[in-house]
């Protein structure tokens, strides 16, 4: 029996499913939890979103996306769905300390079968089934292949796959990254003729900016943006009275390394700033020959895919944005 008819059959047995994802949501993680659920809906079984902390505000068109209830808003319920778990799915992170401290223990503590479906490098042995695929441009696109390599794909339509096409994209940096294969393509005109609008897709991403998004983006643009020529990296940096200033919202700051990495000749960017009593880095950058991961890893204690990462700091701001850019001649 493959893997993926192996889940198939633990759905189909299990009566109290419950699918977690990774801390800071990103498109992904929503899409990939999202398209799970819709499926799973439509084999007729129950399942509940359980997230360690709630998504961005410019993901909730989704349908179902107020469903998905999270340990910072709804501990109770989020303990009260684990106890009672009899399957639990583990998407698109690839150990257990990447849901937060609360929610790795009710994962750790559970008394049944969890299967992990993600395409991050270096999986933790934690799971009883795993999907681990990092060829694969995300794991939304591994949840498609569930549903097809399991004999499913009659379930596939606008409801599971808009939420599925949502992962892909937004992992994939637009279908930019080196992580696109012809699958990749191929998984997208399936999701297509069975329903995905995909223009939608695009118009609910790009067409729902506020002024303060706007103004914030603006002001790290004109006010905040580094640029090392000799190394060919940027730089962005905010501190937490400036996210405040623009009235930041959670996603606001999500593209502004992206942003920078657009620019001409520019091979790598990162995004830092001040939240949550911590500093936060997000590295993007352009080819295999520039790979962001092991400075993530090596130094942020992060990490992420070649050239999209994240990673994390407790010195100050200053300190950190120091600290990089004498990091960046021995990576760049």
């Known amino acids: 029996m493959s893997v993926y008819k192996h889940i198939l059959e633990e759905i ?43 998504a961005p505000t410019f993901l909730e068109w989704l349908e179902d996306f107020g469903s998905i209830l999270t340990m910072q808003l709804n501990s109770d319920k989020v303990k009260g769905h684990f106890e009672e778990a009899d399957l639990i799915f583990c998407l698109d992170y690839n150990g257990p300390d ?29 799971v009883d089934i795993a999907v681990s695929d990092p060829t694969s441009s995300s794991t939304a696109q591994l949840v498609y292949e569930l549903i097809e390599q399991s004999g499913c794909l009659k379930l596939l339509d606008e409801q599971v796959g808009m939420p599925l096409y949502l992962g892909i ?66 730089i962005i940096s905010m501190t937490a009275e400036e996210l405040k200033r623009f009235n930041y919202a959670k996603g606001d700051t999500d593209n502004l390394a992206n942003i920078a990495l657009s620019i001409k000749g520019i091979k790598a960017a990162v995004f830092v700033a001040e939240k949550d009593g911590k500093v936060k880095l ?46 960046v001649p021995s990576y760049f």
């Not at 609360?102 to 933790?124: F, G, T």
């Not at 699958?183 to 999701?191: F, M, S």
């Not at 706007?214 to 006010?223: C, K, N, T, V």
Request: aromatic share 6%.
């Open 12 to 54: 189909k047995t299990a009566s109290h499913i419950v699918i977690t994802s990774h801390k800071s949501p990103d498109g992904d993680s929503i899409g990939s939890s999202l398209g799970l659920f819709q499926f799973i809906k439509k084999l007729g079984k129950t399942a509940y979103i359980c997230h360690p902390d709630p």
């Open 98 to 126: 990447r849901v937060g401290d609360e929610m790795q223990s009710l994962l750790e503590n559970a008394k049944c079968k969890r299967i992990m479906i993600d395409h991050h490098l270096d999986p933790v042995d934690f």
């Open 169 to 234: 994209l937004t992992d994939t940096g637009s279908f930019r990254f080196s992580s696109v294969k012809p699958r990749t393509h191929e998984v997208l005109g399936k999701l297509i003729q069975h329903g995905v609008r995909h223009h939608l897709v695009h118009e609910h991403l790009n067409d729902n900016n506020t002024a303060s998004r706007l103004r914030l983006q603006g002001y790290a643009i004109s006010e905040k943006l580094e640029i090392l020529d000799e190394h060919q990296v940027a």
């Open 282 to 327: 997000s590295f993007r950058s352009k080819g295999e020959e520039n790979p962001v991961n092991v400075l993530a890893a090596e130094h942020f204690d992060g990490g992420g895919h070649a050239n999209a990462s994240g990673g994390v700091s407790f010195l100050s701001i200053d300190e950190t944005v120091q600290k990089l850019k004498s990091l």
